[in-house]
């Protein structure tokens, strides 16, 4: 079945610690991206990539990194938690980064960071 | 600054109907658009506006006025299955979503 598929599905890690987020999608979509969810917002765009090889940063980008060296994948790197990046943290893809192009969502990484 | 509002919270009767306003101020407009998003699981596209006037879809229906920075979407014939929560997102002139808080919706039997 095509989708998104994001790893782990939750983790609690300790202040100070390096932590990757994984995103992998089939539909061949150009566009990826990076989101947090926190209870009351709305979700904030972290990073994201309109095509292979490039990336941009989005509203709230400090304290994360990316990559996107093929089509298909784009990991959310953490290089030093801090409790404050304790959040849902969702990844989404869409064909393009024009209008109408909807987003498709992975099923999130709740993550706290004690 | 660029702003979405939607009311945080209603309650609607199984079977009746309900409309869920949002009004919003960005810089730039590309079209807007309505997800659904069940507690603990992703958000999944309802609908989308970039013209002036009502799109319908089923049981769904949202409304767009860009003079006015107003949506609203329109739930009719309520099941138990469409509590939720509900969230506005408006694509802005960089081509970025930026989203509401979402409106959670309780639907009572």
């Known amino acids: 079945i095509a989708g998104i598929t994001q790893a782990p599905t939750s983790q609690i890690l300790a202040a100070g610690r390096r932590m990757t987020l994984r995103c992998t999608q089939d539909m061949r979509h150009n566009a990826m991206y990076w989101y947090r969810q926190d209870l009351g917002l709305g979700l904030r765009l972290i990073h994201y990539s309109n095509t292979a090889g490039t990336t941009g940063k989005g509203e709230v980008p400090d304290g994360y990194s990316v990559s996107r060296a093929n089509t298909d994948d784009f990991p959310l790197t953490l290089a030093s938690a801090v409790p404050s990046q304790t959040s849902v943290y969702f990844c989404a893809s869409s064909e393009a980064t024009g209008e109408m192009d909807e987003q498709f969502f992975g099923p999130g990484t709740r993550l706290t960071v004690l | 600054g660029q702003n979405i509002d939607q009311p945080t919270e209603m309650t609607a009767t199984e079977g009746a109907i309900v409309q869920i306003n949002c009004t919003y101020q960005t810089s730039g407009f590309n079209g807007l658009f309505w997800y659904q998003q069940h507690a603990g699981e992703a958000p999944t596209f309802l609908s989308y506006?970039?013209l002036d006037g009502l799109e319908e879809k089923g049981r769904f229906s949202s409304f767009l006025s860009r003079s006015k920075g107003y949506s609203y979407l329109l739930l009719k014939e309520l099941q138990m299955k469409d509590s939720a929560s509900y969230l506005c997102?408006?694509?802005?002139?960089?081509?970025?979503?930026?989203w509401g808080a979402g409106t959670k919706l309780i639907i009572k039997p």
């Open positions: 506006n970039v």
């Open positions: 997102a408006v694509m802005d002139s960089n081509y970025q979503l930026i």
